[in-house]
């Protein structure tokens, strides 16, 4: 057995540890017969984006395809005994003498599969298995309308090394001509001549994802702007069918630690006892719970660290002997140091909330995680005196606490921006006429209560009406760079806010709310 000849026969994952002698970068015991499996990862035409993301990066389960693994099912169990399965397959070729087809003929057990994709190699991993198995690939990849063929030739891979690594020197040492079209074959010799160009730059990749320490020189400080397009686009890969918010959720848990002082890092325990009641309670519903989330799944996206499982990992490695080895997940440093600043905390959130948290009870999830302050643009005090009984209706779920010790406001300031509006609301121009004379509320913008902490002055404050005001609060109206004002649900514009030469906004204050509305989502996505 072991020779592989990518046809029906599938190889057991212990055939891979057989005849070892030198070692890799990871102290793995590395086999000298290993080859390369360079292996474009395919066009988004080709869906190879989605693909790779959903049976490499995710995993299938195998009980969702228990109908096709036909008899293959008890390999494929034993080669990933926690029931998710990392899979690609390749469609047949017509050709004989091909690279395609040398290296479908020849890539055995134990090869080393390099993914490609834009003049990167994006992952590296294991080759457990070799199958052909048309039902299985039909029912993962579907098939090609044109040509009818599908992914049947299939490789079950080991643990997934995501990194990004410049293929040109690679290629051009392999004397091939970027960029890579086909799956290719590169023989053990040549393999070995050329791994420490791959060993090195993933080495440094793998130094700036690695937890422990901040990394010194970081070879790219991730900005505000790509902090949201990374949260922004967790699920841009994935088909809307296989969407979860267990990616999302698990990010607004991790960062309700940080902002409850708590490290960025987690152990399974903790993930177990604290993330998977969040998970089960709002996650998507039929999905099932484990640790995949922090622990595998979230790796892809620049934002997330697993720590712990590099150092000894045999292959094939378990989920669960990595977890059980004392492993971590939670933010990379980078990600956690710009999530303890205010601004780009209040972006994050309401980005998460309104991006993937549309259906569900925000107020109920940022309470569980923690971040209960940040369902209201006033915090979590009650931040207005000047309503009458009014605070309670402004909540329907009636879940604030409304307590005594809001923040104290300057009465002074109150009755001077209602004055300057002469009590009209800045969104709508109404002058509520009451019994008593004219009735109008002073918002602030940047909240007084816990976790905004914004200032008591006139350049943080709105005269609003009572619609408006509860709107503001809410979160479901905000202010653009151009003083329009728009719906949070889907940016529509419902007017301009109506300014005063005397009183001057400052526009922090309105910035910061309008991240709470997930309302620079598209400036975001500009960057
Ligand atoms: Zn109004």
Same mark, same amino acid.
């Given at each position: 057995?072991?020779?592989?000849?990518?046809?029906?026969?599938?190889?057991?994952?212990?055939?891979?540890?057989?005849?070892?002698?030198?070692?890799?970068?990871?102290?793995?015991?590395?086999? #000298?017969?290993?080859?390369?499996?360079?292996?474009?990862?395919? *066009?988004?035409?080709?869906?190879?984006?989605?693909?790779?993301?959903?049976? &490499?990066?995710?995993?299938?389960?195998?009980?969702?395809?228990?109908?096709?693994?036909?008899?293959?099912?008890?390999?494929?169990?034993?080669? /990933?005994?926690?029931?998710?399965?990392?899979?690609?397959?390749?469609?047949?070729?017509?050709?004989?003498?091909?690279?395609?087809? &040398?290296?479908?003929?020849?890539?055995?057990?134990?090869?080393?599969?390099?993914?490609?994709?834009?003049?990167?190699?994006?992952?590296?991993?294991?080759?457990?298995?070799?199958?052909?198995?048309?039902?299985?690939?039909?029912?993962?990849?579907? &098939?090609?309308?044109? @040509?009818?063929?599908?992914?049947?030739?299939?490789?079950?891979?080991?643990?997934?090394?995501?990194?990004? &690594?410049?293929?040109?020197?690679?290629?051009?040492?392999?004397?091939? @001509?970027?960029?890579?079209? *086909?799956?290719?074959?590169?023989?053990?010799?040549?393999?070995?001549?050329?791994?420490?160009?791959?060993?090195?730059?993933?080495?440094?990749?793998?130094?700036?994802?690695?937890?422990?320490?901040?990394?010194?020189?970081?070879?790219?400080?991730?900005?505000?702007?790509?902090?949201?397009?990374?949260?922004?686009?967790?699920?841009?890969?994935?088909?809307?069918?296989?969407?979860?918010?267990?990616?999302?959720?698990?990010?607004?848990?991790?960062?309700?630690?940080?902002?409850?002082?708590?490290?960025?890092?987690?152990?399974?325990?903790?993930?177990?006892?604290?993330?998977?009641?969040?998970?089960?309670?709002?996650?998507?519903?039929?999905?099932?719970?484990?640790?995949?989330?922090?622990?595998?799944?979230?790796?892809?996206?620049?934002?997330?660290?697993?720590?712990?499982?590099?150092?000894?990992?045999?292959?094939?490695? *378990?989920?669960?002997?990595?977890?059980?080895?004392?492993?971590?997940?939670?933010?990379?440093?980078?990600?956690?140091?710009?999530?303890?600043?205010?601004?780009?905390?209040?972006?994050?959130?309401?980005?998460?909330?309104?991006?993937? /948290?549309?259906?569900?009870?925000?107020?109920?999830?940022?309470?569980?995680?923690?971040?209960?302050?940040?369902?209201?643009?006033?915090?979590?005090?009650?931040?207005?005196?000047?309503?009458?009984?009014?605070?309670?209706?402004?909540?329907?779920?009636?879940?604030?606490?409304?307590?005594?010790?809001?923040?104290?406001? #300057?009465?002074?300031?109150?009755?001077?921006?209602?004055?300057?509006?002469?009590?009209?609301?800045?969104?709508?121009?109404?002058?509520?006429?009451?019994?008593?004379?004219?009735?109008?509320?002073?918002?602030?913008?940047?909240?007084?209560?816990?976790?905004?902490?914004?200032?008591?002055?006139?350049?943080?404050?709105?005269?609003?009406?009572?619609?408006?005001?509860?709107?503001?609060?809410?979160?479901?109206?905000?202010?653009?760079?151009?003083?329009?004002?728009?719906?949070?649900?889907?940016?529509?514009?419902?007017?301009?806010?109506?300014?005063?030469?005397?009183?001057?906004?400052?526009?922090?204050?309105?910035?910061?709310?309008?991240?709470?509305?997930?309302?620079?989502?598209?400036?975001?996505?500009?960057?």
């Amino acid at each position: 057995m072991g020779n592989g000849h990518g046809d029906e026969s599938i190889f057991d994952a212990s055939a891979a540890g057989g005849r070892e002698g030198g070692k890799d970068l990871a102290g793995r015991v590395e086999s #000298d017969s290993v080859q390369w499996v360079l292996q474009p990862r395919g *066009s988004a035409r080709m869906r190879g984006p989605q693909h790779f993301d959903h049976s &490499v990066r995710r995993g299938i389960r195998l009980v969702d395809y228990e109908r096709v693994l036909g008899e293959d099912a008890d390999t494929l169990k034993r080669i /990933f005994p926690d029931g998710v399965a990392r899979l690609w397959g390749s469609t047949p070729t017509q050709h004989t003498g091909n690279a395609k087809a &040398v290296a479908l003929r020849d890539r055995k057990v134990g090869d080393e599969v390099l993914f490609y994709a834009q003049n990167t190699f994006i992952a590296r991993a294991r080759i457990l298995g070799l199958l052909r198995n048309r039902d299985l690939a039909a029912a993962v990849w579907g &098939v090609d309308e044109e @040509t009818q063929s599908t992914w049947e030739y299939i490789m079950a891979l080991g643990d997934i090394v995501e990194f990004h &690594v410049p293929a040109q020197p690679i290629l051009t040492a392999l004397a091939m @001509t970027p960029p890579l079209r *086909s799956l290719t074959l590169v023989r053990a010799a040549e393999r070995r001549r050329h791994l420490r160009l791959l060993d090195g730059q993933a080495a440094v990749a793998a130094k700036r994802s690695s937890a422990g320490r901040e990394p010194s020189t970081p070879a790219k400080t991730m900005g505000r702007g790509e902090l949201l397009h990374a949260l922004g686009k967790l699920d841009a890969d994935v088909p809307d069918e296989r969407r979860t918010r267990h990616g999302s959720l698990t990010l607004l848990w991790a960062i309700g630690r940080l902002a409850s002082g708590q490290g960025r890092l987690a152990s399974a325990d903790v993930c177990r006892s604290q993330l998977e009641p969040i998970l089960h309670e709002f996650g998507t519903p039929g999905v099932s719970v484990s640790l995949e989330y922090p622990f595998r799944h979230l790796s892809g996206h620049g934002l997330w660290d697993v720590v712990g499982t590099e150092r000894r990992r045999p292959d094939p490695v *378990s989920l669960a002997a990595s977890v059980e080895s004392g492993a971590q997940a939670g933010l990379r440093p980078e990600a956690a140091r710009l999530l303890r600043q205010p601004l780009a905390r209040a972006e994050a959130i309401g980005l998460l909330c309104t991006t993937y /948290f549309e259906n569900i009870d925000q107020e109920e999830l940022l309470e569980r995680v923690g971040l209960g302050g940040y369902a209201h643009a006033s915090g979590a005090e009650e931040g207005d005196g000047e309503r009458d009984g009014g605070s309670e209706s402004a909540r329907p779920s009636g879940r604030r606490q409304v307590t005594s010790s809001r923040p104290d406001r #300057d009465q002074r300031l109150v009755n001077r921006v209602k004055l300057l509006h002469q009590h009209g609301c800045q969104v709508c121009g109404l002058r509520l006429e009451t019994r008593f004379g004219h009735y109008s509320e002073a918002a602030h913008i940047r909240g007084l209560g816990s976790p905004h902490d914004g200032p008591d002055t006139l350049s943080n404050m709105l005269c609003l009406c009572p619609n408006h005001h509860v709107q503001f609060d809410t979160l479901t109206i905000f202010i653009d760079e151009h003083w329009n004002v728009r719906r949070s649900r889907d940016g529509q514009s419902i007017g301009t806010l109506r300014r005063h030469p005397e009183h001057a906004v400052d526009e922090q204050y309105v910035e910061y709310h309008r991240a709470l509305c997930g309302g620079n989502r598209s400036s975001a996505a500009r960057n």
